[in-house]
């Protein structure tokens, strides 16, 4: 039996009639759609990582099922770096339906630190960029972004060796006394150890020292580096080479001149 050729002609324009009525209505159901993003929160894992997290809530009061949700996040340093992304997926978000999830990201202190010293001594800025898509009905693709940047506080802000000071310690050796001094900006406490290599102007070994430093996050900390050196090998000029280790991160050694 053949179909005549304008019945396909009126079946297509009635398809084509549901297809745009169904486009319309999906999208404009998505008006009925209400999303809650919540204050983004950012603070240290147990296994000493920084995040960010972000409760969201959604209530599906549209026409049709949401499939696909999904919310990524990518965290940028200032020189435009990528240092951590990740993805929230929710398969399907039926008509009707409330739910409410949370979206983190997580990235290594350590590992943020090592990649750009300006984290560890300045106070700056992380920029996130945020993306949501979706599908409609399961099958309109919809998509949207933002971008926004949170505050990042260095956690050895200001660091500063002062000037050595010298008193005999015997005919051979003197005690050298080196002040120490930054204040911790981070968002997490700092407890940890400060190593010193002194070398003099000839770049020779002269002498090390260490010892253990804490701050609360928001506040400074005071105090010296104590060791003994040869009287001989000592000149007037010279470099420290300083190192901090911690359970957070590890960074140094980075040279510091003296007199």
Known sequence: MRIPIRMIGIATTFFWIFLIAFAVTAVYSLKDVQFDFGEPQTGTTADNRLFFSMPIKIFNRGFYDIGYFNVTSQITSGDGAIVASGTTFVPVIRKGEEITTSHMVTVSIGDLLQSNRNYLFNNTELR????????????????????????????????????????????THLRVVVPVSFENHSFFDLAGTVQLRMFNSTGVYAGFGQTSVGASQGSSYDGLVEFYVGASGLTRSGSFEVSFLSSVFNYGPWVIPYG
Do not use: K
């Open 128 to 171: 996130i960029c945020e993306s949501v898509g979706m599908r409609v009905a399961e099958m309109i693709p919809v998509q949207a972004s933002t971008n926004f940047s949170v505050p990042w506080g260095a956690p050895l802000y200001g660091f500063a060796l002062g000037a050595p000071e010298y008193s005999t310690y015997n005919v």
